[in-house]
């Protein structure tokens, strides 16, 4: 397997050591939340992610990075292993696709990397600014959340803060459009695509479109 498909070596390391994965898609499950920050004069200036990991990969990305022994994971135990993969994900566009106004954006360099552990799941928060601020006026924010290759599902959250608005002008409406498939277990998936092994999927870049099919929509309109 190729580790063309996202959270660069860790999510590779997961899927090559968890028995019964090798034959099947995703191998890594994310509960993503977002919020789109504006700026001086109704600009869209980047996007705030908030991404919660499986158990299993949360577990797997862990080992030994309780270097005090108490038992429990600390932000700053975790600030190494956040910065590594949000630096990492720039590779993949931070499987992010962002449209305002009808324009893609471009993203600069990722800040605020932040990981902390909730219960057996890792949550991985970064700030994810535009290179240059971008005009909505009346139009649309687009915000698009997947991984073209599926080796990484993302779903959104159920929780209520799922979609938010930091500094918006006032009208402005949240639209939230889930994936087709909320990352079904990787046999069922398969199961109603035959034919579709893991040759397929490794024969997959991040310009393929297959992972579209999969993507979280989060739509701003303004007044």
């Known amino acids: 397997m190729k ?3 996202s959270l660069p070596l ?6 090559l050591a968890l028995p019964g994965t090798a034959q099947a898609h995703p191998h890594v499950w994310i509960t993503a939340k977002a919020q ?3 700026g001086p004069g109704g600009r869209v200036t980047g996007i705030r992610h908030a ?9 797997f990305v862990t080992q030994g990075l309780d270097t005090n022994g108490d038992g429990k994971l600390s932000p700053e135990e975790l600030a190494g292993l956040a910065t590594e993969n949000t630096t990492n994900l720039a590779e993949f566009g931070y499987f992010t696709k962002l449209k305002v106004a009808g324009k893609d954006q471009p993203f600069a360099e990722p800040a605020e990397p932040r990981m902390a552990m909730e219960g057996d799941k890792l949550t991985l928060s970064f700030l994810l600014p535009l290179k240059s601020p971008a005009a909505q006026g009346r139009g649309v924010a687009a915000l698009e959340v997947y991984d073209p290759t599926y080796f990484v599902a993302f779903s959104l959250s159920d ?3 799922v979609a938010r608005l930091a500094d918006a002008p006032g009208g402005c409406a949240i639209t939230v459009t889930r994936a087709k498939s909320d990352a079904a277990p990787p046999a069922q998936a398969n199961a109603a695509k035959p034919g579709m092994s893991e040759a397929f999927f490794e024969a997959l870049t991040n310009a393929s479109t297959y992972g579209e099919q999969f993507a979280n929509r989060i739509l701003v309109a303004c007044p």
């Open 10 to 15: 860790l999510a590779l390391a997961l899927a």
């Open 3 to 5: 580790p063309n498909a």
């Open 51 to 59: 991404w919660t990991f499986d158990a299993s990969y949360s577990a």
């Open 159 to 161: 929780a209520a803060d």
């Open 36 to 38: 789109v920050a504006y």
